[in-house]
């Protein structure tokens, strides 16, 4: 069994295709969101609020698993808080999916928090803190899609990224997630 914890809109649509699948545990956390195994936060003006305002999970994660892969995007608002989470869950093994969005969208405060989150979780895979982190560049898995019509690219995109995330737990023996495989679409 693996605990997966999704912070942000993104991250969060791609742990709801967890949620059916068996040997997952998933934990939602984004503003003001709402559901079982959901976290909301309160909605804050800037997004070092949301650092500055990150509530004690333990409640939450009193019945995570040992494995934890945690997913978040650099385009979620709630970003920032990212680190003080995962210090909540830090004696267990955590490895880090970080969604990096396509530059040309950012906004000043936008690549200043992806390129500290980007440098950070690195860091922390070095130093070992991190099992593992998957810097997944969101630029190119677009390029995959470049057929896919517009009124679908959201779900298929969320899709893929789950498909990815499937597909990087099967590269390994002590993989994150090697009992499952995609579906055959």
Excluded: W
Aim: some cysteine.
């Amino acid at each position: 069994m693996q605990t997966v914890i999704c912070l942000g809109p993104k991250a969060c649509d791609i742990g709801e295709l967890f949620e059916d699948k068996e040997g997952f545990q998933v934990k939602l956390i984004d503003k003001e969101i709402e559901g079982d195994n959901c976290y909301g936060l309160k909605k804050q003006k800037l997004p070092e609020d949301y650092e500055k305002n990150v509530p004690d999970l333990s409640d939450f994660f009193k019945d995570v698993c040992d494995e934890i892969l945690f997913i978040t995007c650099g385009d979620a608002d709630v970003l920032s808080c990212s680190l003080k989470i995962l210090e909540q869950v830090k004696h267990k093994n955590i490895s880090v999916i970080y969604l990096r969005p396509d530059p040309m969208f950012f906004s000043k405060n936008g690549a200043l928090q992806d390129r500290m989150a980007f440098n950070i979780f690195q860091e922390y895979a070095r130093s070992g803190l991190f099992k593992r982190v998957y810097l997944v560049d969101e630029t190119l898995t677009e390029l995959i899609m470049e057929d896919t019509p517009i009124t679908e690219i959201y779900e298929e995109y969320v899709k893929l990224l789950h498909n990815i995330i499937i597909y990087i737990g099967s590269l390994g023996d002590d993989s994150l997630i090697d009992h499952y495989s995609p579906p055959s679409d």
